[in-house]
């Protein structure tokens, strides 16, 4: 099971633009490696990430083997109110993986 | 002769990379064919010259109000050397505030990474940047035999 880690501000002022960090472990195998005994080892990669808050679509992005093994995301979000944003991943063997952090927002 | 051309056939370094341009250029015409597209508005921060291509940090911003009306819909990073040149497709909203974002790529040797931006109303962006990669994230033997190193 693949471990996920986020981070979200505590606190907001409303209006303000915060920056949200995802990070889930795994591989991402390419498919272009090959294992010590000479066999090609099988493309194995997290597709799809996205993030949400309280169901409004704030970020996703679709992932290739060209991003790096535990891959890391961060980009930003526009804080009106407070809520929670959930994260999710998608492995190409059907796996979903996700996680929710909540914000403050305050004025 | 066959078996030279065996061999020649072996040892693949330039045709392949050859190869890697030629789908870097199909990935680009199959997503926006012959949309015109402008130079500007992305500013690509990646480094000069990267130790490993195992994980290079990329960070792309575009410039864009971040309204309903006005903003990116879309971001999207091809490197021109790596077996498979699409790298990251990124989707923004006007929640998103910031059409930015942070991520690691492999980089498969010295290349040009060019970055896409579609805006909601349509328009096409565009801007670019070269890379050198002193080992590159695609091991031996395939990839990285043949470069002198």
New interface residues.
């Given amino acids: 099971m693949a471990q996920t880690r986020i981070h979200v501000p505590a606190r907001a002022a409303a209006g303000e633009i915060v920056e949200l960090r995802a990070m889930v472990s795994h591989p991402m195998e390419t498919g272009f490696r090959i294992d010590e005994s000479g066999n090609n080892v099988p493309m194995h990669i997290v597709t799809d990430f996205a993030c949400s808050f309280e169901g409004e679509e704030i970020f996703r992005a679709r992932l290739q083997p060209g991003i790096a093994a535990n891959p890391y995301l961060s980009f930003y979000a526009r804080a009106t109110r407070s809520g929670t944003f959930r994260f999710d991943w998608v492995d190409a063997d059907g796996s979903v993986y996700s996680q929710s952090g909540a914000i403050i927002v305050e004025g | 002769m066959a078996g030279a051309a065996a061999l020649l056939a072996g040892v693949a370094a330039p045709r392949l990379a050859l190869a890697d341009k030629a789908t870097a250029g199909a990935v680009i015409r199959g997503e926006f064919g012959d949309r015109p597209r402008q130079r500007g508005r992305i500013a690509i921060d990646l480094p000069k010259l990267a130790e490993t291509g195992?994980?290079?940090p990329l960070k792309i911003a575009v410039d864009s109000p971040?309204t309903d009306a006005d903003h990116v819909r879309r971001v999207m990073v091809v490197?021109e050397e790596?077996?498979?040149?699409?790298?990251?497709?990124?989707?923004?909203?006007?929640?998103?505030?910031?059409a930015?974002?942070?991520?690691?790529?492999?980089?498969n040797g010295d290349q040009r990474v060019l970055v896409f931006a579609e805006m909601s109303d349509g328009s096409l962006w565009t801007e670019e940047t070269e890379v050198r990669v002193t080992v590159g994230?695609?091991?031996?033997?395939?990839?990285t035999f043949g470069r002198s190193r």
């Fill in positions: 195992n994980s290079v971040m490197a790596n077996p498979r040149p699409r790298v990251i497709d990124a989707y923004f909203t006007p929640a998103s505030g910031r930015a974002f942070s991520t690691r790529i492999r980089l994230a695609c091991e031996p033997p395939m990839i």
